[in-house]
């Protein structure tokens, strides 16, 4: 048989955090999640937090009407971490260590620590015993693919709005204007009194509609930059503004049918139409 070698690399948990999580009673979708993050830190060069975009979720079966509510649970039993100010993601190891945990989960890490031995004699019995085993490992793609979550060129976009009012426009051009950057553009919104970082703050993963036009603007970005949730905040900013929920709907669908406009362009166009709307508003 040939020896098939494995590639350098693997994801670092320790075994006590590791043991908590066998032992919680974490359902499918929410343990996919959790290895997820747990594949994106520790298993991506061993770093602490993660952006998790929807692109991400769709990849271990999760889709986007039940991501926030997957999120929200795991944010709820403390299994997970977030950062407010990054919106990004991590396992909260704090609490699977803490005694509160090792206390409730104590008999069952037991039995698997008493496995986890008799698995380790076992071993050790196959070895000092046999001298013709061979060796097999997978060669597995361990290397992070490049750009994997680019979706051509889309998770590049990182879009922000600038601290400002979006109840007093004078014109198109007050509400959008696109600098370009290398390979990233920035929307700014005209400043005026006031501000929105209510709407920078705001994961579109979490995100609950309360209306219409919110829920029209939800489905618009999940259509077109889903890979970005730094550019969701525009799209509340122009539900606020007063676009109607229609054409949230028109836009998409005419870029979607548009098959000239890539995936990573949609979202510029998206507001191109939105601020020509708001000029033939004046």
Known sequence: MNKIVAQKGFTKFYNDYFD?????????????????????????????????????????????????????????????????????????????ASEKILAQLKTRVQRLEKAVGIQLKKVHSQNTNSNDTEEITLSLPNNEAEDYRNDNGASLLKTKLSQSDVEDFSSAKDILKIFKNTDKYQIGIKK??????????????????????????????????????????????????????????????????????????????????????????R
């Open 20 to 96: 908590s999580l066998l032992c919680l009673a974490v359902k499918g979708r929410e343990l996919r999640v959790m290895l997820l993050i747990l594949r994106l830190t520790t298993g991506c060069l061993d770093q602490t937090w993660a952006r998790i975009l929807q692109a991400d979720l769709q990849i271990v079966g999760i889709n986007a009407s039940s991501a926030a509510n997957i999120l929200k649970n795991l944010l709820e039993k403390k299994w997970i971490i977030r950062n407010e100010k990054t919106q990004e993601y991590r396992i909260n190891t704090e609490y699977l």
């Open 192 to 281: 005026h009194q006031g501000n929105i970082n209510e709407f920078n703050k705001v994961d579109p993963l979490l995100f609950s509609a309360q209306t219409e036009s919110q829920d029209a603007a939800l489905k618009a970005w999940t259509k077109l930059e889903p890979n970005n949730p730094g550019s969701f905040p525009f799209y509340l900013a122009m539900v606020k503004k007063g676009l109607p929920a229609e054409k949230f709907y028109q836009f998409t669908s005419d870029i979607l049918n548009d098959s000239k406009i890539s995936p990573s362009a949609r979202g510029k166009v998206f507001n191109h139409k939105v601020a020509q709307y708001f000029e033939g508003q």
